[in-house]
C-alpha cells in the first residue's frame, strides 16, 4: 500500500482482507481507501473498483483468486507461490510477461538472488546456481511456514528458467536471533569456464546498482569469492521499514518488486487504450 | 530396563568424512550394525535428505544410493533419515522411503517446530516411525523447548529429540529439559549429543536418567565437531549401568575397528577449535567449514566460531562463515 501510493504509475484503490479486525484493513481505512472484509467475493462484487490486484494470501487460495479475476479481465500480480503465471524478476525480465493475465513474484528469496545469478550468467554459462535465504523468523508468516517446501521448489525453478542456471537449488533458513536478523542470501554457483573474475564481479557490482534502484537496502556483504569454478555472493537486504520493521527485507524485495510489474503493467494498459 | 540406541555414524558422520561415504563403506558398515543388534541407524547427507550442496558440501555418491545399500544388508534393524524441512522436500522423503526406510526424524530449529508439520504428517502417513528433532535445544529456555516439543507431539511424532547440535550442554541443562518434556508430553523422549566439551556420554546419562528412552551415538564418535556420543562405548557404559540395548559389544567394537577406523579421515579429537564449538554455542558442522575459510584468508578459526557464535547464527548458516572470515582478514589489513 505505501508503495503503491509513491508510484507515479499506479492508484491505491482498495484493500481486500478476510478479518475485518486485521491491522491491515485498519490502517487502508485509516488512508481513507476502500476496504472489503469478505476477501475474493467481496471485491466480484465490485470488480470496477480496479485494474491489476495484488494476490498475497496463500498459493491455495491464490488458485480461485486467480480464476476470478483473470475471467473478468483483471490483471493478477500472484506474490504466492502458487506460481500460475510465468516468473517476472524485475532486472532480468521485467517486460517480458507484461501481457500476461497472471504474473508470479517467485519468492523472496528469488527475488534477491536470481539478479545476480543472470549477472553471472550473462558473463559465463551458469551450470548449476544455489541460494541459501536466511530470514528472521518474526518476518516468515504462517503461510510460508506451512508450506516451506514451496518456496525451495519454486525458487529453484525459477533460479533455471529465470537466472538461466542448467540446474537450481534452494535452501531456506529461519533464524529467531533476537534483536531479528536482516535478511540474507548466499548464491553459490558453479560456471562453465574458469577466470572470467573481474567481468563477473563487474557484471554483479551493476546488477546491485540496478536492484537498489527499487530496493535501496540492497546490498553486497563482501566482495564475490571465486573458488576454482565456484562463484559465492552473499548479500544483505534491508527493509524500507514501510509497514515491517527494516529486517524484514524479505518481504520488502516482494513487494518493491511486484510494484516495479504493476507499474510496467499499468503503462501497458494506458498504451494499450491510448491505440484504442 | 530397555533403551533405544540409535547410530548416526553413516548420517553425522557425514560431515566428518566430508560427505564421501561410498556404497561400499555404508554396506559394510550397515552389515557390521545390523550384526551387532543395533535397533535403528541413520544414513543421509550430514545435512538431511537434500543437503548435498555448495554450502555444506556435495555428496560423492547420491544419498538415495546409499540409503538402498543399507536397507538391503538390514535383517533387524531399521534405517532412518534426517530431514531439515527448508534443506529437503516431502519429495525427498517420499523417495527415500518407498526405498525401505523405517524411521524419518524431522528436525528444525529448536524455535521452529511448525516448519516440520507436513513432514511429520507425511512421515505419519508413509508408516514411518515417527521423531521430532529439536536442533541446538541449548539456544533456548525450558519453556520455549517444552512448547515446541508439543508442537510436535501435536503433528504425529511419536518421540521428541532434545538435540545438542553444539555440544554445549552440561548435564544439568540436559536434565532439565529432557525432565520438563518427560512431564508434558505423552511420547518418548530422544537426546542427541555432541562432545565438543567431552560431555556427549555424561549428558547422554543423565537424559536417560531423566526418562529418555532413545539415544543417539556414532561409531568411533565420528561425526560433527568432536563427534558424538561413542556408540560402542556407550553400549558397553549402559550395560554396566544394567540398561537392556540388545546390542553385541564386540560385534560392534569390531565393526568400529574394522570398517569405520580405516575410512577416518582425521582423528575424531576434540581440538581447539572443536571446544570452541561447545565453548561459544556453535553448531557443530560449521568446524571443518571454518577450517577451510581460516586457510582461505590467513586467520584463526577459533576467531571466526566465536564471531559466528555472537551472531547466534543457526544450524545450516554455513554461509556466514566466510563472510565472517573475509570481514575478520579485511579489518586485520587496516590495522598496521
Redesign the interface.
Known amino acids: 500500500m505505501y508503495k503503491i501510493e509513491r508510484s507515479p504509475y499506479l492508484e491505491m484503490s482498495v484493500m481486500i482482507g478476510i478479518d475485518p479486525d486485521s491491522d491491515g484493513l485498519k490502517r487502508a481505512a485509516k488512508r481513507g481507501y476502500k476496504t472489503i472484509s469478505n476477501g475474493i467475493d467481496g471485491l466480484m462484487d465490485q470488480l470496477d473498483l480496479v485494474d491489476i490486484v495484488y494476490d498475497a494470501t496463500s498459493a491455495y487460495a491464490h488458485k480461485r483468486h486467480s480464476e476470478l479475476l483473470t475471467a473478468a479481465n483483471k490483471k493478477v500480480i500472484d506474490l504466492t507461490p502458487a506460481a500460475i503465471g510465468p516468473f517476472t524478476v524485475p532486472p532480468v525480465n521485467l517486460r517480458e510477461h507484461i501481457d500476461q493475465p497472471n504474473v508470479n513474484m517467485v519468492t523472496c528469496g528469488g527475488q534477491a538472488t536470481i539478479p545476480i545469478i543472470h549477472a553471472i550468467h550473462r558473463v559465463v554459462p551458469v551450470d548449476?546456481a544455489?541460494i541459501?535465504a536466511?530470514i528472521a523468523?518474526k518476518s516468515a508468516g504462517?503461510g510460508t511456514?506451512?508450506?516451506?517446501?514451496e518456496?525451495?521448489?519454486t525458487t529453484a525453478k525459477a533460479i533455471e528458467m529465470v537466472g538461466g542456471a542448467k540446474k537450481g537449488?534452494a535452501?531456506?533458513?529461519?533464524?529467531?536471533?533476537e534483536p531479528p536478523?536482516i535478511m540474507?542470501d548466499?548464491i553459490?554457483v558453479?560456471v562453465e569456464e574458469q577466470g572470467h573474475e573481474e567481468a563477473i564481479s563487474k557484471s554483479i557490482h551493476e546488477m546491485v546498482a540496478t536492484v537498489q534502484k527499487y530496493v535501496p537496502g540492497y546490498q553486497l556483504?563482501?566482495?564475490p569469492?571465486f573458488?576454482g569454478n565456484?562463484v559465492?555472493v552473499?548479500i544483505e537486504v534491508n527493509g524500507a521499514a514501510d509497514y515491517l520493521p527494516a529486517y524484514a527485507g524479505n518481504l520488502d524485495i516482494m513487494t518493491a518488486a511486484a510494484v516495479q510489474v504493476g507499474n510496467e503493467m499499468a503503462l501497458h494498459l494506458q498504451q494499450k487504450e491510448g491505440v484504442l | 530396563m530397555k533403551l533405544n540406541v540409535l547410530d548416526v555414524t553413516l548420517r553425522d558422520g557425514s560431515h566428518s568424512v566430508r560427505h564421501s561415504f561410498t556404497v561400499e563403506q555404508v554396506r559394510a558398515a550397515a552389515k557390521g550394525l545390523n550384526a551387532s543388534g543395533v535397533p535403528y541407524f541413520e544414513v543421509s547427507h550430514g545435512d538431511g535428505l537434500g543437503g548435498s550442496s555448495l554450502q555444506y558440501g556435495l555428496s560423492k555418491t547420491d544419498e538415495l544410493k546409499l540409503i538402498e545399500a543399507a536397507v538391503s544388508e538390514c535383517t533387524t534393524s531399521q534405517v532412518s533419515v534426517l530431514l531439515l524441512p527448508g534443506i529437503g522436500t516431502k519429495e525427498d522423503l517420499q523417495s527415500a522411503a518407498s526405498l525401505g526406510v523405517k524411521m524419518a526424524r524431522i528436525a528444525t530449529h529448536v524455535t521452529e517446530a511448525d516448519i516440520g508439520a507436513q513432514h511429520i504428517e507425511l512421515a505419519r502417513s508413509l508408516g514411518l516411525k515417527t521423531v521430532g528433532f529439536l536442533m541446538m535445544s541449548h539456544m533456548a529456555p525450558v519453556e520455549k523447548i517444552v512448547e515446541q516439543a508439543k508442537l510436535f507431539e501435536s503433528y504425529g511424532a511419536e518421540i521428541v529429540y532434545v538435540t545438542d547440535s553444539a555440544g554445549a550442554m552440561l548435564p544439568k541443562d540436559v536434565t532439565e529439559r529432557i525432565s520438563a518434556l518427560r512431564q508434558a508430553l505423552q511420547c518418548e523422549i530422544g537426546f542427541h549429543a555432541h562432545n565438543n566439551l567431552s560431555m556427549a556420554l555424561a549428558n547422554t546419562i543423565a537424559a536417560i536418567k531423566a526418562g529418555a528412552t532413545y539415544v543417539d551415538g556414532s561409531m568411533r564418535a565420528l561425526g560433527a565437531g568432536a563427534g558424538n556420543t561413542q556408540t560402542e562405548v556407550m553400549a558397553a557404559v549402559l550395560e554396566r549401568l544394567g540398561y537392556e540395548t540388545g546390542i553385541d559389544l564386540y560385534n560392534l567394537i569390531d565393526t568400529a575397528n574394522d570398517v569405520i577406523a580405516p575410512l577416518m579421515q582425521q582423528p575424531q579429537e576434540i581440538t581447539g577449535s572443536s571446544l570452541i564449538l561447545g565453548y561459544a554455542g556453535v553448531y557443530s558442522s560449521f568446524l571443518l567449514h571454518a577450517q577451510n575459510a581460516a586457510e582461505q584468508f590467513g586467520i584463526d578459526e577459533r576467531d571466526i566460531l566465536m564471531k559466528v557464535g555472537e551472531m547466534k547464527a543457526v544450524g545450516g548458516q554455513e554461509d556466514l562463515i566466510y563472510e565472517v572470515a573475509q570481514n575478520l582478514a579485511s579489518k586485520r589489513e587496516v590495522v598496521p
Open positions: 548449476y544455489e541459501v536466511t523468523s504462517p511456514r506451512a508450506n516451506i517446501d518456496f525451495t521448489r537449488k535452501i531456506i533458513i529461519l533464524n529467531p536471533a536478523i540474507r548466499a553459490h558453479l556483504k563482501s566482495e569469492i573458488d565456484k559465492s552473499f
